[in-house]
């Protein structure tokens, strides 16, 4: 039996969740972990991984947009993460 890595949904990409973490961490200049309020205290993390798995399998596109530590985040289904 082997681990999943749940950084990455089934298909091998990561999941939106990490990367709105890994973004904001990098424009912050600190690790992901160090990061507060965790994302979960602002966003369900599950609404941002679906958005990425379903757009994969070629549902329509949906644009989220929030604010976490200060950034406007806008995560489109079918594209680049934004964090300004």
């Known amino acids: 039996m082997t681990k999943t890595d749940r950084s990455e949904s089934s298909n091998g990409s990561k ?36 958005l990425r798995r379903d757009a994969s399998h070629g549902d329509a596109n949906v644009t989220v947009s929030f604010t976490y530590c200060g950034f406007d985040i806008v995560v489109p289904s079918d594209g680049e993460i934004s964090v300004e």
């Not at 973490?21 to 979960?40: F, G, I, N, T």
């Open 15 to 50: 999941l939106g969740s990490i990367l709105v973490v890994e973004a904001v961490a990098r424009k912050m200049d600190v690790e992901p972990y160090q990061l507060q309020p965790p994302l979960y205290d602002v966003m369900d993390p599950e609404i941002l991984d679906r």
